[in-house]
């Protein structure tokens, strides 16, 4: 397994959908994964430090491992099927390991809610990684693909994005 780190939540501009780019640490590969805009809005809101009136769904996730004595180890973007990612959560609870079946934006809001370590299985990183050349933009306090030719329109619209998402669209 590899660990990542997720470097930024930018919408594709051929298809307007939000996709999460999860960098290898300590390499420069960059594995991308097309998700849905409420995850995208509820990983936003975690990396922004946005608290909700009432816990939103990962929160809650969160404070049931924690309420049943367990604790998020890691989670794991383990294949992609059909175009389809999958992914685990590997939970501890007295010393055993659990491991549940999760989506890949479900497992990494989690893990930034919690702060545990997200990993990518070698395989996928090998078949699926991307190299891309990230660098952060302290004016728009994110990272960047360096010669990306539509950066501007990708931060325009991940910005117009998160202006009109409010916590009440995920019925929290």
């Known amino acids: 397994m590899i660990e990542v780190v ?10 307007s959908t939000p996709l999460l780019l999860l960098e290898e640490v300590g390499g420069e590969r960059v594995l991308p994964i097309f998700i849905g805009a409420p995850e995208a809005a509820a990983i936003a809101y975690a990396l922004q430090g946005v608290e909700s009136p009432r816990p939103m769904s990962h929160d809650l996730l969160g404070h049931v491992i924690s309420a049943l004595g367990a604790q998020v180890f890691s989670v794991e973007i383990t294949e992609l099927v059909d175009n389809t990612f999958f992914a ?11 491991v549940v079946s999760s989506r890949p934006s479900d497992a990494v809001a989690l893990a930034l809610r919690v702060g545990s370590p997200i990993l990518v299985s070698d395989d996928l990183m090998a078949a699926e990684g991307k190299v891309m050349q990230l660098a952060y933009d302290e004016d728009d306090e994110e990272y960047v693909e360096l010669d990306t030719p539509n950066e501007a329109d990708l931060v325009a619209q991940l910005r117009e994005f998160l202006d009109q998402v409010r916590p009440e669209d995920f019925g929290a």
């Open 6 to 15: 997720l470097r930024a939540v930018r919408v594709d501009v051929g298809s």
């Open 88 to 98: 685990n959560l590997r939970l501890v609870r007295s010393g055993d390991e659990i």
